[in-house]
C-alpha cells in the first residue's frame, strides 16, 4: 500500500499531530489564546450588552467584564443582576475554565511526548553504545580463542 492511499484514519491522525505541534509553538499557543480569549470575550460583551442593560450600559463595559470573565480573573466591579446576564456570565466562566484547562492539558501532554521521544532516542543511543562494546568484547574473546587454539594447535 503506497503513502498516497493511507486509510482515513491515518491522515487524519496525522493532521490532527500537526496542529498539535503547532499549538505547542509557544507563539502560536500565545496569538491563539489571546485571538480566543478576546473573540470568546466580544460575543460575551454583545450578548451581556443585550441581556443586561441596565447594568452595561456601554459595549466597552460589557467587554471589561467579559474578558474578566473568561479569563477567570473577576474582579467584582461589574456584575450581571438579570437572570439573563447571569446566565450569559455563567457560560463565559464556563468556556473561559474549559478552554484554560484544555490548553493546559494539550501543551503539557505535548511537552511530555517530546521528552518522552527524546528519552527514547537516548536510550536506543545507550543501547546500541552497550550493544557495541558487547560485540567488541566477543570478538576480543574470539581473538583470543583463536590464537589459544594456533597455540595449541602448533604444540
Known sequence: MSTSSRPAESKGHLSVERRANRIANARSVTF????????????????????????????????????????????????????AGKFVGSVEMMIGISLISLLTAAVTSTVIQRQEMASRVEDRAQLERTAQTILAAIAQIDDRLGRLEAQRSGS
Request: net charge negative; hydrophobic share 55%.
Open 32 to 83: 491563539g489564546l489571546a485571538a480566543t480569549f478576546f473573540a470568546l470575550a466580544l460575543v460575551g460583551a454583545l450578548l451581556m450588552r443585550i441581556a443586561d442593560d441596565h447594568n452595561f450600559p456601554s459595549l466597552g463595559l460589557a467587554f471589561w467584564w467579559a474578558l474578566q470573565t473568561v479569563t477567570t480573573v473577576g474582579y467584582g466591579d461589574v456584575v450581571p443582576t438579570t437572570t
